[in-house]
């Protein structure tokens, strides 16, 4: 019997604000517990919501590159349950009239190739705080440092089939709101969550089986492992004429095994109503175009223009648009003279792997440029530029005169190189012997010998025609 | 008037009256008074209310004195902010001459529902000052402070003065910032000004009144002026008598205080009309849904965690705390609506009761802008159906307690401004007429108000 899974995921981002949500108090990571609160904050008496106009042009602007509908007009209602690291008793949610509503974002599957993925709703709401169970023996401790920072939650349909294209979508997902500019999206510092809705049908099957969220996910490739054991744990159990609770089940990375935490039937009665202390949000529709108007180029947008107007190879474009910074430090390097197809090469030779490893650049776009540019009109070659690079990332030196300093720019004066091919031909009478008599291909080994009496200065596509001329008189 | 002088003079007043046993105030001192004299002394006169001391009821948050709404939860707890009423009051030259008792976290209509003891009217030790806000209304009933801040969800600053024979003045929802009023109903919840004359109140509001960044629920609306307009008569104005709000069963001491008003009020030269508020008549039971299912959630925030009481025992989890926390920390008419506000808001009941309730909300406004938009300026009604009740008469009815806020309710679930006027006495219990007006236009009720009190006696027996 064939099984089809269905995933949808829910994904928590913290927007990238100075402050929080609905107060002035900071938002901000790793600062000591308790420290970034306020009357807010803490759930005081007396204290009051005030949204954050900051956070709303950030969730609005992330819905917008996700491809939704940015509503007019929004309402903040409450979500209520106890928990000592939720200071109110309600968390400042959205409910049935949210931010923005049905988007989409195109992915390649690796099983069906491109697809698209629905996005069902972006909404704002505030994050809560953090109960650290291992802080304090015997007591749980609470730190409210990350209560009340904004978030937008994003809700896809389920859409996915595999937990590849779960990848996949998250995948996109991080690489458009980081070029939106709303959030830095690290699962690392939690700044990016991910809940996964896992369930299993008959293949044909027109109905959804009973789904699981699975929670406790830390990154990107222990999503894709718990989608897999979710998947092959329903599975085995409906094959085994057993049925699939719908519940809550935390993943274990340890283990590798997903675990109930609780069963809808004793899940929160949440209460939502429309939160009294805040007017519906209301944007003008002008406001909402002008933040459209003003997102960056998306990363498909910029892919197809890399390798449109530079003429680059698919993976050459699809490798520099993954990232803005990286896109932005090609095209500087273009605009600086370097000629676009070399200097996306060195760019995914050199370049990119400091950059991956420090997010920094270790050259600027002008001087490897100037370097590209000393490969193309023949002053080194392709072997001496490695060195010369070598040199630019510790000094401050032009290229051309860390060539010169080196004693790598390329000789291809005739008169010059005569000289070495003279002595070439006068240490190896043998092979130019064969060469006359028929053995063509000889002149490769020439060549070489040529360009070692040379040090590798010699410029190989000069010496071929001298070695002709010497070996024809 | 020096401050200093006045603030001895308040000081000997507030000792005297809590000798006698009126139960008005939860926290003042002398050294405080005189602080806040001497911080008055030292601004550049003239202020708007220079030295004017006032009572603020307890859920108005200050950082001198502990704010406990008159709750066990909330005993000692000591606000690190100033309320924005409460800051505007202080720059304007005013002393917070002492915090005041009410029913807890302004759930009552009697002040007998105290967690530190009820309120007495001091017009007749027997009988409740109203509430929720009877401390402030008592001290100001006594002559112990010329003006002070309450609250209203649904009537608690106008049912009392009523109660009392003192103005009591409700703003229009979002004309006073609601930060550091600590919440009921975050929907209909309004600082309000009781005074022992217009004048005073009026003053007191327009310092207040004005938009607040920290209270996304305010106005963006100029502010109120210090003063209202002073009219010589009401020539002009024309003054809806909605019947629903002179039912045949209306005490007759109160029938023959509103008698005399609108009969003022016609003699002053304005127009009488009769007018109908058919939705009113749910108000009440609307009423009783929307604000407990609001406190509900504004009072979740009471679980022992970060501040107030905390109740635990060894071997307790945290559910054990809550539980233990609130059931010990919270009084039983608290308890009860946060019981009912729970489930009115729950899954399957939400549309039945909170959504409906909201429907006739809207409803019960509209009646309201009808009326007004047809031409009528201001409203005329009973503050009560009743003079003030015995302590203890509706202590275990807790639904005829809800019915002593019939003719108030209405007007919070509107949103609109609405006072209480003393209009004489019947058995030696004050009356009180109510003035509504439409949205924002307290200065028209103000400057009618100076006017009929200027020739309807507060204090004067009815027949």
């Known amino acids: 019997m064939t099984w089809e899974c269905v995933i949808g995921l829910e994904v928590h981002v913290q927007l990238g604000t100075n402050t929080k949500m609905f107060c002035a108090a900071a938002n901000s990571y790793g600062e000591p517990p308790n420290t970034l609160v306020d009357p807010y904050t803490l759930g005081l008496p007396g204290a009051l919501p005030v949204p954050n106009a900051e956070a709303v042009r950030l969730g609005t602007r992330a819905a917008l590159a996700l491809g939704c509908t940015v509503h007019p007009v929004s309402i903040f209602a409450r979500k209520h349950y106890f928990y000592p690291d939720l200071p109110k008793g309600y968390q400042i949610s959205q409910f049935e009239e949210p931010l923005a509503t049905k988007g989409a974002v195109n992915i390649e599957s690796p099983e069906r190739g491109p697809i698209s993925i629905g996005v069902t709703r972006l909404h704002l709401e505030e994050d809560a705080g953090k109960s650290l169970h291992d802080r304090l023996p015997g007591r749980t401790a609470v730190d409210l440092n990350r209560a009340g920072v904004p978030l937008a939650e994003i809700v896809s349909e389920p859409d996915m089939r595999s937990a590849a294209e779960a990848r996949a979508y998250l995948t996109l997902l991080r690489q458009l709101l980081v070029y939106a500019g709303v959030s830095e999206c690290s699962m690392e510092k939690g700044t990016l969550r991910v809940d996964a809705n896992v369930s299993v049908r008959r293949l044909g099957e027109p109905k959804f089986g009973a789904k699981a969220e699975v929670k406790n996910l830390n990154s990107f490739a222990n999503v894709e492992r718990a989608i897999e054991v979710e998947r092959a744990r329903q599975i085995a159990t409906l094959e085994a004429s057993g049925r699939i609770a719908q519940e809550t089940r935390l993943f274990n990375a340890n283990t590798g095994t997903t675990k109930a935490l609780r069963s809808k039937e004793e899940s929160h009665d949440y209460r939502y109503f429309p939160d009294p202390d805040l007017p519906p949000l209301v944007l003008e529709q002008r406001w909402i175009d002008e933040q459209r108007a003003t997102l960056p180029e998306l990363p498909a947008a910029k892919r197809a223009r890399f390798a449109s107007v530079y003429g680059l190879p698919a993976y050459h474009a699809a490798t520099l648009t993954l990232e803005q910074p990286v896109a932005t430090f090609f095209e500087k390097t273009v605009l600086a003279g370097a000629d676009a197809k070399a200097a996306a090469d060195w760019i995914l030779e050199t370049v990119l792997t400091v950059y991956n490893e420090s997010g920094t650049f270790p050259v600027t776009p002008d001087r490897l440029a100037a370097l590209v540019l000393l490969v193309k009109a023949g002053t080194v070659s392709k072997q001496a530029a490695k060195a010369v690079y070598g040199e630019l990332l510790t000094t401050s030196d032009e290229p051309a005169d860390i060539a010169n300093r080196l004693g790598l720019v390329q000789v291809s004066d005739a008169g010059a190189l005569g000289k070495w091919v003279d002595e070439v031909l006068a240490a190896h009478p043998g092979e130019v012997a064969r060469f006359k008599g028929g053995e063509a291909k000889l002149i490769g080994f020439l060549v070489g010998q040529v360009m070692k009496k040379s040090g590798g200065k010699a410029d190989p596509k000069a010496v071929q025609p001298v070695l002709q001329e010497k070996l024809s008189g | 008037m020096k401050a200093a002088a006045v603030a001895r003079d308040v000081a000997a007043r507030l000792t005297e009256t809590d000798s006698i046993g009126l139960n008005a105030t939860l926290d003042w001192s002398a050294d405080l008074l005189d602080r806040e004299a001497a911080r008055v002394d030292a601004m550049p006169a003239p202020m708007p209310l220079h030295a004017m001391p006032v009572a603020l009821k307890d859920n108005i948050v200050t950082i001198e004195q502990p704010s406990t709404c008159a709750s066990k939860i909330l005993e000692g707890y000591v606000s690190p902010f100033n309320a924005t009423a409460v800051e505007r009051l202080r720059a304007a030259g005013a002393m917070m001459a002492c915090k005041a ?118 106005s963006p609306i100029p502010s109120l002026p210090l003063a209202p307009v002073d009219l010589p008569d009401l020539k002009g104005l024309v003054v809806g008598l909605p019947r629903e709000y002179y039912p045949a069963d209306l005490d007759p001491g109160v029938r023959a205080g509103l008698d005399r008003t609108i009969a003022a009020v016609r003699a002053q030269g304005a127009e009488l009309r009769e007018v109908s508020l058919p939705h009113s008549k749910y108000a009440v039971p609307t009423y009783y849904i929307v604000a407990p299912a609001e406190a509900a959630s504004n009072l979740a925030r009471f679980d022992g965690v970060r501040y107030g009481l905390r109740r635990l025992k060894d071997g307790d989890d945290v559910a054990d705390m809550y539980r233990r926390t609130r059931g010990e920390g919270f009084g039983p008419e608290v308890r009860r609506r946060i019981l009912v506000g729970t489930y009115v808001l729950s899954a399957g009941y939400y549309d039945a009761y909170y959504g409906k309730a909201q429907a006739v909300r809207a409803l019960i406004a509209e009646d309201f802008r009808k009326v007004f938009a047809a031409g009528v300026d201001l409203l005329l009604t009973p503050t009560t159906p009743t003079p003030a009740f015995k302590a203890g008469e509706k202590a275990d009815d807790p639904v005829s307690m809800y019915y002593a806020d019939v003719f108030v309710c209405a007007i919070s679930l509107a949103g609109l401004p609405a006072m209480s006027l003393p209009v004489g006495r019947s058995q030696g219990l004050p009356i009180g007429a109510q003035i509504i007006a439409p949205m924002f236009a307290e200065q028209r009720m103000l400057a009618a108000a100076q006017v009929l009190e200027r020739v309807v006696s507060a204090t004067e027996e009815v027949r």
Do not use: W
């Open chain 2, 101 to 218: 008792n009410m029913d807890e976290f302004a759930m009552g209509s009697s002040t007998e529902n105290s967690a530190y003891g009820r309120v007495k009217n001091p017009i007749d030790h027997s009988r409740v000052p109203g509430g929720s806000s009877g401390g402030s209304a008592a001290l100001v009933a006594a002559g112990v402070v010329p003006v002070a801040l309450g609250s209203e969800t649904g009537g608690s600053v106008r049912q009392p003065a009523s109660f009392c024979g003192i103005v009591g003045v409700k703003p229009s929802y979002g004309r006073v910032s609601r930060y550091g009023l600590i919440a009921f109903g975050s929907s209909l919840d309004c600082i309000s000004v009781f005074g022992n004359n217009v004048a005073n109140a009026a003053a007191v509001l327009g310092v207040m009144s004005g938009h607040d960044p920290l209270d996304a629920t305010t």
